[in-house]
């Protein structure tokens, strides 16, 4: 079964200073995996998406990720934080289960501050 | 750029009766999706749609669930009987494929919060 952990309930940065949020799946496939980002009242947002190719995902404002399969970790960074990223960010896993069934699993979510 | 609708934003209802909520998926998408988000919890999965009829659903997705493409643009999710548990942020998702692996994105609308009385 694939199950995702973001190891960080909440975070806080100032502006300015780097971003880090950590992401850690289990999988028995080779998976796909996603971050989003939920600003107040808005829908989902993807952010960027890893599809076995790249191993460093670039995406939208900044933001990239690693693919570390020897670690099974895709954490996301930012090199300086803005006052707009406050915001919820989500990692999620796709993933083939035992059922032969995709679906997609969502980690509990990393609240991100930004201080000015 | 096009983007998911829901309506309404905020539903409160009675235990025991029936809600419907309502998502505009992008025009152009085939796959359509619900999921659920208990206050506190994690995001999950409750069902897909396509070609008019249900491809996945989850443990959650009970008989007092059901969806329904009722027209060319709407996507519906019906509770019959909600019970206090039932109260959660609802999302709506589209996509032009599968929207299961990294070529076909889903697209999420801003959700509709149900609180059940």
């Known amino acids: 079964a694939q199950s995702v952990t973001q190891l960080d309930s909440h975070v806080s940065v100032s502006e300015g200073t780097p971003v880090l949020l950590r992401c850690n799946y289990s999988s028995s496939y080779s998976p796909s995996l996603f971050w989003y980002v939920q600003h107040p009242n808005k829908g989902l947002q993807l952010l960027l998406k890893y599809t076995s190719a790249a191993t460093l995902v670039k995406g939208i404002n900044g933001f990239e990720a690693e693919f570390k399969k020897s670690e099974t970790s895709f954490h996301l960074t930012k090199p300086s934080a803005h006052m707009s990223d406050a915001a919820e960010y989500f990692c999620v896993v796709s993933d083939r289960l035992d059922t032969g069934r995709r679906a997609l699993t969502f980690g509990s979510g990393t609240r991100l501050q930004v201080q000015p | 750029e096009p983007e998911v609708t829901q309506t309404p934003s905020h539903q409160v209802t009675q235990m025991g009766q029936e809600v419907i909520l309502r998502c505009v998926p992008i025009s152009n998408h085939l796959y359509f999706y619900w999921y659920r988000q208990i206050l506190g919890q994690k995001v999950e999965f409750l069902v897909s749609?396509?070609?008019?009829?249900?491809?996945?659903k989850s443990e959650i997705f009970d008989d007092q669930f059901s969806v329904e493409r009722p027209d060319g643009s709407n996507f519906t999710l019906k509770i019959r009987s909600t019970k206090l548990e039932d109260s959660a942020m609802y999302f709506c998702?589209?996509?032009?494929?599968?929207?299961?692996?990294?070529?076909?994105?889903?697209?999420f609308g801003p959700g509709t919060r149900l609180t059940v009385l």
């Open positions: 998702a589209s996509s032009q494929g599968p929207g299961l692996t990294g070529t076909d994105t889903q697209y």
């Open positions: 749609f396509y070609n008019n009829e249900i491809s996945e």
